[in-house]
């Protein structure tokens, strides 16, 4: 749901899924291999969002999976320092017509969004990052910020751009009823899926372990998944 959130809701002139577009649409998604960035990917698909210049580390591989290269879509690995990702998305960018003005920065740390920024267009550009920006210089003021999080489709009182221009009684809250069933749907005939899951054994003794890997960096591309039941007297 968050990707959702950000891609039709924060980002502005999207095509929804049962109405894809039959235009280019180049859009750089940071973090593919994450949740929020594969899911962002698989919506994008959907919308025949394309092509999609993506950024991903350790989960290139699992990234690789998602894309469509047909349509130009390509992963670039930011490992390869600041510099040379800033220079392959300027590349990517030029390939892809030489204009992207959609952004969805699914990592929003260490930078990602001044790097983003340096290939997103200046005067047309739109970024939507999942934390909120910390440098406020690192984005140009001409291009359109947006803070992207789960919580929109559950606070009314969260208008969004559509609502406040329009003084429409509908938002976020019924976007998120829609979407949910459109997930529940798609997850039902199978056209939609799922994270890759990894059941931590020990149940809730395994959280310490599974915190130590998110913080070493070891957990790419996955999400880790607790049965109570396995926990050690939890029974008594």
């Not at 350790?58 to 930011?78: H, N, Q």
């Not at 789960?150 to 976007?175: C, L, P, Y």
């Not at 459109?182 to 959280?207: C, K, Y």
Request: hydrophobic share 40%; charged share 20%.
């Amino acid at each position: 749901m968050t990707a959702a959130v950000g891609l039709y809701q924060r980002l502005t002139d999207l095509p929804l899924p049962w109405h894809p577009t039959t235009k280019s649409t180049p859009m750089i998604i940071y973090g593919a291999a994450t949740a929020v960035g594969a899911f962002a990917i698989k919506l994008a698909q959907l919308s025949n969002i394309h092509p999609l210049i993506c950024v991903a580390g350790r989960g290139i591989p699992f990234a690789e999976s998602l894309i469509d290269t047909s349509k130009g879509d390509v992963i670039l690995d930011y490992r390869e320092g600041d510099d040379k990702l800033v220079e392959n998305l300027k590349s990517a960018v030029a390939k892809a017509g030489g204009k992207v003005e959609y952004a969805f920065d699914a990592v929003s740390e260490n930078g990602t969004d001044a790097n983003i920024a340096k290939a997103l267009d200046p005067h047309t550009g739109q970024i939507t990052t999942v934390l909120p920006v910390k440098d406020e210089g690192a984005i140009p003021s001409s291009v359109k910020q947006s803070f992207t999080y789960v919580g929109a489709v559950h606070a009314s009182m969260d208008q969004n751009q559509f609502q406040k221009e329009t003084g429409s009684k509908t938002g976020n809250t019924d976007f998120g009823f829609a979407m949910f069933r459109f997930f529940g749907r798609g997850l039902q005939e199978g056209w939609f899926s799922g994270h890759p899951q990894e059941v931590v054994p020990g149940g809730l003794a395994g959280i310490s372990g599974a915190l130590k890997n998110l913080k070493d960096g070891k957990a790419s591309a996955v999400k880790y998944v607790f049965r109570l039941d396995e926990t050690e007297g939890v029974d008594r």
